[in-house]
């Protein structure tokens, strides 16, 4: 604990600075040109709605809504809820500002923001974390669902990261599903499960599929899966998004089992894992969401997106020490030897700015070999030096940082010089 302030951040979160806030910039970045280079706009919708958006969209009866959203009512007695997800809030917007209509759909959405779960905090879960995500709203076809996962593999693999699989399965739609459903709860009734499992068996038997448990697993071996259920339609939709994945170049393993923790998921539903980060080993997922616009009162929008987690994958960066390529913060730093010193590179640091080159100061009026220790801190190229004979002769000194070599250039072209030497 610091001896400073005698606050702290709160559980499950943490404050991100430099240098690592750099990696957090780069990453978001690096995740979302790919979608940005296809056409998808950027949203940026309110940290919370109504509470009704995300029990209606995510679901009643899974985790996210029964245990892990932040609450609150207002002073005028409006039920919020801190955002645990992107989806139900991009929908909402695109429906409320009439972006569906008009005819130019699919409406391609990106977004970067936080997201709040009041989860058991341990490593690569948090209470407040950060995703990158994408949402292609209102069109049904194969070829969108393989976009959307092409991009996000595109955006991991720019980054370096080659150590993720994509996980795939699809879900079937509201004509199959139920019938599958069906058959799944009349397998789990007959298994030996406690209380809670078997309440979840008549609200939501998909997710007892991913119950984490030895004891549960060993039973569910022959359980019915969807593979088995799905209708033409959804078959033939499947096998449209797997050949197209193939011919794009991206591998995956499909995963019959794999099911969301987000209620509005029907057909294609995809994740990926890093096997790097231990139990929370998700960097990523999503799927197709035909029926979340109706669930949410708007018009039939068959929609499919993902959300990518930054936190995650800054880990699983680090767990394959990929260290980023991250343009330098400074190039120049300027190391005054006076009061009038001061004053001049202070002009001369906003003038390489202006011109586009990074530079800072020493400020407070620091000693020489304080401001030198700043200057090779920094991480710039360059010091910038001046004193009074420098002054004098119209001139400042320019210090390789690295190589040590240091020569005189007139005050009037250190811009000019910086520049050419940066290349
Ligand atoms: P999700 O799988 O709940 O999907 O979250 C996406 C990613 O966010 C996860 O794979 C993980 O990397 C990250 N994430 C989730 N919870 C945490 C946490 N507590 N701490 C750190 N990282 C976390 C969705 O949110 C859907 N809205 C995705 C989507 C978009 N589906 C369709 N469109």
Known sequence: MSDE??????????????????????????????????????VETPGFESVGLFSRGVGESTDIVTKEMYTLTTKGGTELALRPEGTASVLRAALQANLHRGGNLPVKLWYSGSYYRYERPQAGRYRHFSQVGAEAIGAEDPLLDTELIVLAVDGYRSLGLTGFRLLLNT????????????ALQDFLRGLDLDEETRRRIEINPLRVLDDKRESVQRQLAGAPLIGDHLCEACKEYHEQVRDLLT??????????????????????????????????SAIGGGGRYDGLSEMIGGPSLPSVGWALGVDRTVLALRSEGVALD??????????????????????????LRRAGVAADMAFGGRSVKNAMKSANRSGARFALIAGERDLADGVVQIKDLAGGEQEPVALNEVVAAVKSRLG
């Open 5 to 42: 302030t005698s606050f702290q951040a709160p559980k499950g979160t943490f404050d991100l600075l430099p240098p690592d806030s750099a990696v957090f910039l780069a990453v978001r970045d690096a995740l979302s040109a790919p979608a940005r280079r296809a056409g998808y706009g950027y």
């Open 171 to 182: 879900l079937g739609d509201r004509e199959c599903r139920p019938v599958y459903r069906a």
């Open 247 to 280: 011919a794009s170049g991206v591998a995956f393993e499909d995963d019959p089992r794999l099911v969301r923790g987000l209620d509005y998921y029907t057909r294609t539903t995809f994740e990926f894992v890093h096997d790097g980060l231990g139990s929370q």
């Open 326 to 351: 991250l343009p330098a913060a400074t190039d120049v730093y300027a190391v005054p030897m006076g009061e009038e010193a001061r004053r001049t590179l202070f002009t001369v640091v906003t003038e």
